[in-house]
């Protein structure tokens, strides 16, 4: 059986070290489209060879930055084809700003296992330190295994936030690039599914699809340009479902509300008649 929850959930995950450098915090946001304005101050903090402000969506490569190996989705208790997974929703908690240069230790377990008759959801979490010892972030994220649920666990919870019965307050236009896969790739993530269109057809798409954490990164940083002045710092979490795929290439329409003490929107995609790309997305102010 490809998943055994009595020994998957709760499973500790081996730790890992890494660290990181100004040049791989750029190249990072160059895989969101940082750039795209090369004269613009704002954009170029992104970009600077000393110390380029870091968006928190960079704790989601942080950790496996260099590696040239496709994933494999191999845990305690858990075996399943790379094929039969696509990423379900994805959460970062920065505790204080991600420095430009550091060395951190990241711990993490198997947090829950959802059952949802013909497919599952197997949940991670992350906690991450810095070479002080002291919180770096957190990271929760989830993926979805087509055909491998039935083993008779949880169906789990279902739940959405709700939009404002109201215009959103912000409307974001971003175009993504035709090589974005390609250049976000090289922070680690080599899924052929977003490089190699035989195994893109092989999973049922008639093309390489952008990378599900790129567009995550590319929406926080365009909420964060648009209605944070460009400053990183004022993100203390980010959130989203990964409700559809988007190809490299296309463009992103970002309706945005503002409630309390956060951001909260949805995410389609403008060439595909709105056709849904993230949702439930939330930025938590700091």
């Known amino acids: 059986m490809p998943i055994d929850p009595a020994t998957a959930l709760g499973a500790t995950l081996p730790a890992r070290e890494f660290s990181w450098t100004p040049t791989d915090v750029q190249l990072y946001h160059l895989g969101l489209g940082a750039g795209a304005r090369p004269t613009d101050p704002a954009e170029l903090a992104y970009l600077d060879d000393r110390t380029p402000q870091v968006l928190p969506t960079f704790a989601t490569v942080a950790p496996t930055l260099g590696e040239t190996e496709p994933p494999r989705v191999s845990f305690p208790g858990i ?171 296309e463009t992103l329409r970002t309706k945005v509300w503002r409630e309390a003490d956060q951001l909260i929107a949805v995410v389609t995609v403008v060439e595909r008649d709105d056709a849904p790309v993230l949702s439930d997305v939330a930025l938590r102010i700091a």
């Not at 959801?121 to 002291?134: A, L, M, N, P, R």
């Open 79 to 249: 075996e399943i084809d790379l094929a039969k997974v696509v990423h379900g929703h994805q959460e970062v908690e920065v505790h204080k700003p991600i420095p430009a240069t550091g060395k951190a230790v990241s711990v993490g377990r198997i947090a829950e296992i959802w059952d949802k008759g013909a497919n599952a959801v197997i949940v991670q979490e992350h906690t991450v330190t810095g070479s002080d010892g002291e919180p770096l972030w957190t990271v929760r994220s989830s993926i979805f295994a087509k055909g491998e649920g039935g083993f008779g666990g949880e169906r789990g919870p279902s739940t959405r936030t709700e939009l404002p019965d109201r215009a959103p307050d912000a409307e974001l236009l971003t175009p993504t690039m035709p090589q974005q896969a390609l250049l976000y790739r090289l922070s680690g993530d080599r899924n052929p599914l977003h490089s190699d269109p035989e195994f893109a057809r092989g999973a049922g798409f008639p093309a390489p699809i952008l990378h599900g954490l790129s567009t995550y990164g590319t929406v926080c940083k365009a909420i964060t340009d648009a209605l944070l002045d460009s400053d990183a710092t004022r993100v203390a979490a980010f959130r989203a479902k990964f409700a559809g795929v988007l190809y490299p290439g």
